[in-house]
T-cell receptor, first 113, second 108 residues
Framework: EAGVAQSPRYKIIEKRQSVAFWCNPI?????LYWYQQILGQGPKLLIQ????????DSQLPKDRFSAERLKGVDSTLKIQPAKLEDSAVYLC???????????FGQGTRLTVV | EDQVTQSPEALRLQEGESSSLNCSYT??????LFWYRQDPGKGPEFLFT???AGEEKEKERLKATLTKKESFLHITAPKPEDSATYLC?????????FGTGTRLTIIP
């Protein structure tokens, strides 16, 4: 079974530039999560989708971050404009049901300089 | 708001020295507790799901247990390859909330 795919693996951008991350979840998984993980910390939930609807985006900085899930499958997370404090690993995860185990991709390491 | 606290933050053990990691949680209506392992530069890897107090799960040298307020991850006779950060997460209020993790180092 193919796992959660994310791209790119690494990205370096200057502050005030924009960046987009892509995620392809495990086939058949209705729930999709985007997490931000700063070095030395646990993952922080940014947004949770159930199919193509948003369940929770209470911790998403909506003035600069946006996310969408096309047709309930792939998802993109965008940052515009980026700030230095956005430097982190962005993790995508998916699960079959909301309260079942979530499987993670390898993450995208973003460095904002 | 759901809260997850893990302790200790870091733990160094000699190879073969058994110990336990703690995850205490505050959540209204726990619908699942999850343990993950995370190696440097990788995404979290799923280990266990626990749904109700008294439940236990085992995998190789790891055993996870759950009470109404906390979960323990017991590691028996660890090996150097068990070195990683262990993350606990709870599902309540319709979202998955993680703790900050315990960084485990096993010294040969």
């Amino acid at each position: 079974e193919a796992g959660v795919a994310q791209s790119p693996r690494y990205k370096i951008i200057e502050k005030r530039q924009s960046v987009a991350f892509w995620c392809n979840p495990i086939s058949g998984h209705a729930t999709l999560y985007w997490y931000q993980q700063i070095l030395g910390q646990g993952p922080k939930l940014l947004i949770q989708f159930q199919n193509n609807g948003v369940v929770d985006d209470s911790q998403l900085p909506k003035d600069r971050f946006s996310a969408e899930r096309l047709k309930g499958v792939d998802s993109t997370l965008k940052i515009q404009p980026a700030k230095l404090e956005d430097s982190a690993v962005y993790l995508c995860a998916s699960s079959f049901l909301p309260n079942t185990e979530a499987f993670f991709g390898q993450g995208t390491r973003l460095t904002v300089v | 708001e759901d809260q997850v606290t893990q302790s200790p933050e870091a733990l160094r053990l000699q190879e073969g020295e058994s110990s336990s990691l703690n995850c205490s949680y505050t959540v209204s209506g726990l619908r699942g507790l999850f343990w993950y392992r995370q190696d440097p530069g990788k995404g979290p890897e799923f280990l266990f799901t626990l749904y109700s107090a008294g439940e236990e799960k085992e995998k190789e040298r790891l055993k996870a247990t759950l009470t109404k307020k906390e979960s323990f991850l017991h590691i028996t006779a660890p090996k150097p390859e068990d070195s990683a950060t262990y993350l606990c997460a709870v599902f309540g209020n319709e979202k998955l909330t993680f703790g900050t993790g315990t960084r485990l180092t096993i010294i040969p």
